[in-house]
């Protein structure tokens, strides 16, 4: 029999973090309600694991709905021989419905971090993220991503908001959003500040970019939609912070927030929305990760 791989030794000094719902919403018109975050699973602490949940044929009267949803969020030692600490977070909706105006087959999103044994930044991947089936008004949405976008771990353990060319990359991209949007699209996505800030949040989108004959207008990610409001598509965050370690001192963290579908909605409804949402940081704590 093949010897099977071994893991490394167990790190205690990693804490995973990793999150992830299908749905919330803030609803104030045509139905004043909150919709608490669907099939909700976290993990957070030096133990990882895995949790998963399921939810089926959710509805909120005619205004949001969706068939299936499924979440989980992992956390564990690599298997591989000088690799460090996986976390994990997934959603998937599938039947996804908004007023019958954004619709949806299914929804991917997906997040997989590996922090390194020695070091505090992690490499990241959005492998499996992805639209199937997106609508509008019934017309196809056809959505070409760019899960690429964020890049290759920056070099000397540097964070992604210090790297140049990601940088570079956001700035291309907010100016390319900004060709003609109405103010509140243009106020969103100002360009980044010239100096990187080590507590800044970078909003991005992994949108390349987007086609079809809906009603409305796209501007980069964003879709305009007359009479009903604006729609973020596959929108990052990536939150830089400080952690101050009684053992090593103050070195960064990283959060990265991926949500698929933002909603900003205005006149035949009011409110807010997000679906496909994954949360995903962890954090050494002292003497490498």
């Not at 199937?132 to 540097?158: C, Q, R, S, W, Y």
Request: proline share 7%; glycine share 12%.
């Amino acid at each position: 029999m093949a010897n099977l791989p071994t893991p490394n030794s167990p790190n205690e000094k990693h804490d995973y973090h990793a999150e992830a719902f299908a749905l919330e919403a803030d609803l104030q018109r045509p139905l004043k309600s909150p919709v608490k975050p669907q099939a909700y699973v976290k993990i957070h602490g030096t133990s990882g694991g895995y949790l998963s949940e399921r939810a089926l044929d959710y509805r909120l009267e005619g205004i949001f709905s969706f068939r299936h949803a499924y979440t989980q969020a992992a956390g564990s030692q690599s298997l591989k021989q000088g690799h460090g600490s996986v976390t994990l977070a997934t959603s998937v909706i599938e039947g996804f419905n908004v007023l019958d105006v954004v619709t949806a087959d299914r929804i991917v999103s997906q997040i997989s971090v590996e922090h390194p044994l020695d070091g505090y930044v992690p490499e990241v991947t959005f492998l499996g993220t992805r639209f199937e089936g997106l609508k509008i008004a019934g017309h196809p949405v056809h959505v070409k991503l760019d899960t690429g976008f964020l890049g290759a771990k920056p070099a000397n353990d540097g964070t992604y908001g210090s790297d140049k060319t990601f940088r570079k990359r956001v700035n291309d991209q907010r100016t390319e959003i900004c060709k003609g949007a109405p103010p509140e699209i243009k106020s969103r996505y100002n360009q980044l500040p010239s100096n990187p800030n080590p507590q800044e949040t970078i909003e991005c989108s992994l949108v390349q970019h987007v086609e079809g004959s809906w009603p409305g207008t796209p501007h980069g990610h964003v879709i305009d939609i007359p009479h009903f409001g604006k729609v973020y598509l596959a929108v990052l965050r990536v939150e830089h912070s400080t952690y101050k370690s009684p053992v090593t001192g103050e070195h960064p963290q990283t959060t990265f927030r991926l949500t698929m579908i933002e909603l900003q909605m205005g006149c035949i409804g009011d409110g807010s929305g997000s679906a496909g949402n994954t949360i995903v940081n962890g954090q050494g704590r002292g003497g490498g990760n």
